[in-house]
């Protein structure tokens, strides 16, 4: 018996001393992982965009074709966003609760756009809505533009958000299953109350973090937008096509300030995102509680 255990206890003391040294080589990797790929072009970003000095940061910020670009931003992410939150949540409703023909195709078009390049989502958007597309000479003959117009912009970030809101929700409300949602419907609540008082405080921090993680794809959007706004400068170019127009142009300090806005943008959409993804591990970790 002694022997047995003092022939185990090396190896018991070797793996327990081996075992910090590999937690701390596996953080330090992690570190330098984080700082190569975020920290360093943070810096590069911020650096390139002050070296001319605040008042040349902030007149590339300031100047038209910009502040365009930034109007036409918050308009296709004020248009997308909402949309998407009302089809994520009608979705995520149907899937879970409800048993229906058609149910797998549905959650496998709401994952479409991840398979899909943005590129070619574009250009489907071209043929059917361009000049010389299935619908262009309809639209053209009621002096309708979408192709190179704001529609076509707004159309395009939608494809590419669709299934952040839903993707989201459907795992959280199949778990959650429909037991509240009947007894609510046995107290007499209409479909209404039941989804407000019942439904939504319920799915509340997953349907946040469904919003953030949205928003910031659709601040974000290039390859889609670049195929169907045409590059109108002052026009149809949203905050990435005119990083692009500016840093093609060789006008750096230009291009990383407005970048630097862009960047800010997502620094402060990542604290919403892991705000919101702490208040769902807490709600989960309640629910398994109790």
Same mark, same amino acid.
């Given at each position: ?48 965009? !002050?070296?001319?000095?605040f008042g040349t940061f902030f007149s590339a910020m300031l100047e038209p074709d910009a502040l365009a670009a930034m109007q036409l931003t918050l308009i296709a992410v004020g248009i997308s966003v909402p949309l998407n939150l009302v089809f994520g949540v009608a979705a995520a409703w149907c ?12 959650? #496998?078009?709401? &994952? ?21 597309? +299935? ?5 053209? &003959?009621? &002096? ?16 590419? %958000?669709?299934?952040?809101?839903? @993707? ?9 299953? #429909? ?25 509340? +921090? ?8 949205? %928003?910031?794809?659709?601040?974000? /959007? ?10 109108? @400068?002052?026009? #149809?170019? %949203? ?21 630097? !806005? ?7 959409? !990542?604290?919403?995102?892991? +705000?919101? /993804? ?10 398994? /509680?109790?």
């Amino acid at each position: 018996m002694s022997s047995s255990l003092s022939s185990s206890a090396p190896f018991s003391l070797s793996k327990s001393q081996g075992r910090p040294l590999g937690q701390r080589l596996l953080i330090l990797s992690a570190w330098l992982a984080f700082g190569l790929l975020l920290l360093l072009p943070l810096y590069v970003v911020l650096s390139e965009a !002050l070296k001319l000095g605040f008042g040349t940061f902030f007149s590339a910020m300031l100047e038209p074709d910009a502040l365009a670009a930034m109007q036409l931003t918050l308009i296709a992410v004020g248009i997308s966003v909402p949309l998407n939150l009302v089809f994520g949540v009608a979705a995520a409703w149907c899937v879970s609760k409800y048993e229906f023909r058609g149910k797998s195709l549905l959650i #496998t078009l709401i &994952d479409l756009p991840f398979s899909v390049s943005p590129v070619i989502a574009g250009l489907i958007y071209v043929l059917m809505f361009g000049a010389q597309g +299935w619908f262009g000479p309809w639209l053209l &003959d009621r &002096d309708l533009q979408i192709i190179f117009a704001v529609p076509g912009i707004v159309l395009a970030t939608l494809f590419v %958000t669709v299934p952040f809101v839903a @993707r989201e929700l459907i795992p959280l409300m199949q778990e959650q299953g #429909t037991q509240e949602e009947e007894a609510a419907r046995l107290l007499g609540a209409s479909g209404w109350q039941m989804f407000w008082h019942v439904t939504l405080p319920n799915i509340k +921090w997953g349907l946040i973090y469904g919003v953030v993680l949205c %928003t910031a794809r659709a601040m974000g /959007e290039f390859g889609a937008v670049s195929v169907v706004s045409g590059h109108i @400068r002052g026009l #149809t170019n %949203t905050l990435p096509l005119h990083v692009e127009i500016l840093y093609n142009e060789y006008n750096h300090v230009a291009a990383f300030s407005v970048a630097s !806005l862009l960047l800010v943008m997502a620094l402060f959409i !990542l604290l919403l995102k892991q +705000w919101s /993804e702490s208040r769902i591990n807490r709600q989960r970790h309640n629910s398994a /509680e109790e």
